[in-house]
């Protein structure tokens, strides 16, 4: 629709439709009886026959007729036959699930998290959906918050990176071609820094580190282009997210050029009042719309007040009209006025979903993403030798993560199918040895996904607890190998799903330990959600190899890895920590006026008294099955000025027997600053591919703008002054040089 069409549908609007546009329910109203929905839920939240029959979007339902019986219905009854938009949390998948975000981020390869964004709009597109809300942006730090897995990680840079190639491969260069979808960054912002690592919680962060570190992600996917904003739970300065007039208007819209919708989070307008900031919901609507929020995400406080709050002159309905102004763009950007089904196709959903192209990408991005830990020399696995899988998740199909809410366990493949593909019957066994989860644990997950943590086959009825950890253990001794797939529920990582304690379910840790003593020959493969604490596996297993929560193609992915097939290239985007008492932990920290470091003496340093500072494993760690040798840092020049620019460069040799992949990472710390800087971060990476023997010049082009930061006055540059590189394959290095910024 042209513009002048569009102002002209604007304002033949009456206040009450516009604020309808302006108002987002579950889709499942729309596909129960209706008195039960006006009875039930919507009596609940305060919402009226007429607001289900004009809300201007629904979330949370998928499935292209049933969505375009809905759409038909909608807009046969709306005024000016607007039609409706149609939204779903796709993170990291839409039937074909692939690796969960934070796994995602392992890979180091921004390319094909955009591939995997790119197939997974394909999927929601014909199925009906017009917007997901992904991709997740917000830096994490702490393993503690169970919503780590749906970031790319703690670096900014990396999550910058992985941001922009979401963004373009859900929306590609225009949302309204087919196969495309509105992307949604979110949490705006700082949600990842929830005090404690408790969900909802309120997030204690200065301007500088809030702008320095937290924003950058955001302002990336920005940057590319998305076409929605979401609103977070948490506190700003003291003043919950989406009545924050100043994060809304003055940075997000005016500082980083927001033009597109603004949604808030499940409720979060109303939560204000929980919050102690808005005295009711007629004041969290008045706070909520005067910053710009486009959309109240299931709650009342539009629909049942801005009506009155216009009428009684309290808000101008100017502000109304931006709000559904932004609404109406992105209905006409997706294409909706001319086509309310957009690509919704039932042909197009059978012959697209887990089709054997997105299987064999979901395959690809598992293994890319499972990280090498530890390895005594067992791996890759000696296909002659007697090979014994012991572990829950051995023949656990549960490995798409708790945010994979449009997922289905029974699509997956999970590592006993693999294995007896590539493996000899003869020499190889399978058993469970433990239940995934101590008999007391009691989990609950999404509703929306009917899952729950006894949807795998149900060993606590068939078999005893002492009966499956005999059956291990007997298993352990007549084996060269024990393969150990270990570690989280995918319902213990996600959203409400803080931890207090980061560890292995102690039924699967005495399993462990008891395996351990009749064989030491283990390889632990954690499928987990989080950074967990691994002391105790690191220190006896021969091997660990991270496989996350990894997706469909999960156990191929892992069993490529495995066997040797694939070369494991994955690499830490989150450090994992020794314990949980560092958290939150993270490799780009400040140094104090007192630093430890190794060789340190004397009481008074930073530093525990009972555990190291470092973290077991830090960002960017990860081995491989072959070798490499990494020369000394190369810079071209020792001095720079402004308009200037230093190379830094070394050279990487495959020095091993099997052909490998290397990711050079780029670090650089400014030495003395007007404000203190972190002791290195993360400003570039490259994925290298080299044959044994083979070697090649990897260079990092440094400029001005990459040394810039926040300074003590607020502006953002550069400051003359001694500057460190690093160039290495983990956040550790200390290939390093120096150059001055003149």
């Keep these: 629709m042209e513009k002048e069409k569009l102002e002209q549908l604007l304002n033949d609007m009456s206040l009450q439709e516009k604020i309808d546009q302006m108002l987002q329910l579950r889709g499942n109203f729309y596909q129960m009886d209706v008195n039960a929905v006006l009875t039930g839920p919507a009596a609940q939240l305060g919402i009226g026959e007429k607001d289900v029959d004009m809300a201007g979007s629904i979330l949370g339902t998928y499935g292209a007729e049933a969505l375009k019986k809905i759409q038909k219905n909608y807009m046969e009854k709306q005024p000016h036959h607007i039609p409706m938009l149609f939204m779903m949390d796709v993170i990291h998948g839409m039937k074909t699930i692939f690796p969960m975000p934070l796994a995602m981020g392992a890979t180091f390869e921004p390319k094909l998290a955009g591939r995997c964004a790119e197939t997974a709009a394909k999927e929601a597109a014909c199925s009906g959906l017009h917007v997901t809300f992904s991709p997740m942006v917000d830096l994490v730090r702490d393993a503690r918050w169970g919503r780590v897995m749906e970031s790319t990680g703690e670096d900014p840079y990396l999550n910058s990176r992985m941001a922009q190639a979401q963004v373009k491969g859900f929306q590609g260069e225009d949302m309204g071609e087919e196969g495309k979808v509105c992307a949604c960054i979110k949490h705006f912002a700082g949600y990842g820094a929830a005090v404690a690592g408790r969900d909802y919680n309120g997030a204690e962060l200065t301007e500088r580190t809030f702008r320095q570190y937290y924003l950058p992600a955001y302002r990336a996917g920005v940057e590319a282009g998305v076409g929605m904003v979401m609103t977070s739970f948490n506190t700003v300065n003291d003043i919950p997210a989406s009545t924050n007039k100043w994060l809304m208007r003055d940075i997000l ?162 590592m006993e199918e693999a294995a007896r593909e590539v493996l000899e019957e003869a020499l190889t066994s399978y058993c469970e040895g433990s239940t995934m989860l101590n008999r007391d644990t009691k989990l609950a997950g999404f509703e929306s996904t009917n899952r729950s943590q006894n949807d795998q086959k149900d060993t606590q009825n068939e078999k005893t607890e002492e009966s499956l950890l005999a059956e291990a253990v007997q298993a352990a001794r007549e084996a060269d190998i024990v393969v150990m797939p270990l570690g989280e529920s995918f319902l213990q990582s996600g959203e409400a799903k803080s931890r207090a304690m980061i560890d292995i379910p102690d039924v699967q840790m005495q399993l462990f330990r008891k395996v351990a003593e009749v064989n030491p020959n283990i390889v632990v493969v954690l499928f987990t959600g989080r950074p967990l604490d691994l002391r105790e596996i690191s220190e006896k297993a021969k091997a660990v190899l991270v496989a996350w929560l990894p997706g469909t193609e999960g156990g191929h992915g892992v069993m490529d890895v495995l066997t040797g097939k694939v070369n494991p290239s994955g690499r830490l985007p989150m450090s994992f920590p020794y314990c949980v008492g560092q958290c939150p932990v993270y490799y780009n920290e400040f140094s104090t006026g007192r630093p430890w470091h190794e060789g340190s003496k004397g009481l008074f340093t930073s530093r525990y008294l009972d555990v190291p500072n470092k973290p077991l494993y830090s960002f960017g760690y990860g081995l491989s099955y072959t070798t490499f040798a990494i020369s000394p840092v190369v810079l071209d020049r020792t001095e720079m000025g402004a308009e200037e620019a230093v190379t830094a460069k070394v050279t990487v040799k495959n020095t091993g027997a099997m052909p490998g992949t290397e990711v050079i990472q780029l670090y650089i710390r400014d030495v003395a600053a007007s404000v203190v800087r972190p002791v290195r971060e993360l400003k570039g990476f490259e994925k290298v591919e080299l044959m044994p023997g083979e070697e090649r010049e990897v260079s990092f082009r440094i400029d001005d703008e990459m040394l810039s930061f926040i300074r003590a006055d607020g502006t953002v540059g550069s400051e003359p002054g001694l500057f460190r590189v690093w160039i290495g394959n983990c956040s550790d290095t200390e290939n390093g040089a120096e150059f001055v910024r003149k």
């Design 253 to 414: 819209r005016e500082e980083m050029g927001f033009e597109g919708v603004l949604i808030s989070d499940y409720a979060a307008i109303s939560e204000t009042v929980a919050h102690g900031y808005s005295a009711d919901k007629r004041a969290a609507a008045r706070g909520a719309v005067e910053a710009g929020v486009d959309i109240d995400m299931m709650s009342s406080c539009y629909s049942e007040n801005l009506a009155e709050l216009v009428r009684a002159g309290e808000i101008d309905e100017k502000l109304i009209d931006e709000c559904v102004w932004r609404i109406l763009e992105l209905k006409n950007k997706l294409g909706l006025f001319e086509n309310p089904y957009k690509d919704a196709d039932p042909e197009k959903e059978n012959k697209l979903i887990l089709c054997d192209e997105h299987r064999a990408l979901a395959r690809e991005a598992a293994a890319k993403s499972c990280v090498l830990l530890k390895n005594e020399g067992i791996l890759p696995l000696d296909r002659k030798k007697r090979i014994a899988f012991a572990g829950p998740y051995t023949n656990c199909k549960e490995i798409i993560s708790s945010w994979a809410v449009t997922g289905d366990a029974k699509d997956c493949v999970s």
